[in-house]
Nanobody
Framework: QVQLVESGGGLVQAGDSLRLSCAAS????????MGWFRQAPGKERDFIAA????????NYADSVKGRFTISRDNAKNTVYLQMSRLKPEDTAAYYC??????????????????WGQGTQVTVSS
């Protein structure tokens, strides 16, 4: 049974930092591309970042470039999203996703095969 479990969300103030984690089980983590998406109430799910199996390739949405960093630890089957200089517009539910590809780091959510349940991030002004 494939499971992706996010953690680390919470309520922070604008300018603060937060690190999200996503622990994977039930699949061969090191062969997967991992991504982060977010969805605010009433809005579509947006791509945030992705990282390929070896961490040699990453991709970021323009809205978070320079503020967010995606990383992974294949020994721990975990992917991270380090978020800094948070803004109120970063408020959303954040979802971890896995794509059965070693190279894809794109933003198309249809390319991702497994999803976590999400963790809420709220940034107050």
């Amino acid at each position: 049974q494939v499971q992706l479990v996010e953690s680390g969300g919470g309520l922070v103030q604008a300018g603060d930092s937060l690190r999200l984690s996503c622990a994977a089980s039930g699949l061969t983590f090191r062969y997967l591309t991992m991504g982060w998406f977010r969805q605010a109430p009433g809005k579509e799910r947006d791509f945030i970042a992705a990282i390929n199996w070896s961490a040699s390739s990453t991709n970021y949405a323009d809205s978070v470039k320079g503020r967010f960093t995606i990383s992974r630890d294949n020994a721990k089957n975990t992917v991270y999203l380090q978020m800094s200089r948070l803004k109120p517009e970063d408020t959303a539910a954040y979802y971890c996703a896995a794509a059965q590809s070693t190279y894809y780091t794109g933003s198309n959510y249809e390319r991702y095969d497994y999803w976590g349940q999400g963790t809420q991030v709220t940034v107050s002004s």
